[in-house]
């Protein structure tokens, strides 16, 4: 394929080569922070069950 023929292709699909950022990474955004929300309940109540507090009160279950 020659740049002439990626120019054209761009400029007959532009939708496709200039995605918005929500559409191109709102997937994996959203996939980070539920992979962040597990992390921060999981630890959470491994923290309540060792030593009674939660993570933000001085928790030391290291």
């Given amino acids: ?4 023929e990626i120019q054209s292709i761009e400029e007959r699909f532009p939708q496709v080569f200039r ?6 990474f ?3 955004l ?3 922070g539920i992979l962040l929300y597990l992390l921060y309940a999981l630890g959470s109540s491994i ?3 060792c030593c009674g507090n939660r993570i933000g009160s001085g928790c030391r279950c290291s």
Wanted: net charge positive; charged share 25%.
């Fill in 47 to 49: 923290c309540r069950k």
């Fill in 30 to 32: 959203l996939l980070g």
């Fill in 26 to 28: 709102g997937p994996l």
């Fill in 19 to 24: 995605r918005p950022f929500h559409k191109r």
């Fill in 1 to 4: 394929m020659t740049a002439a």
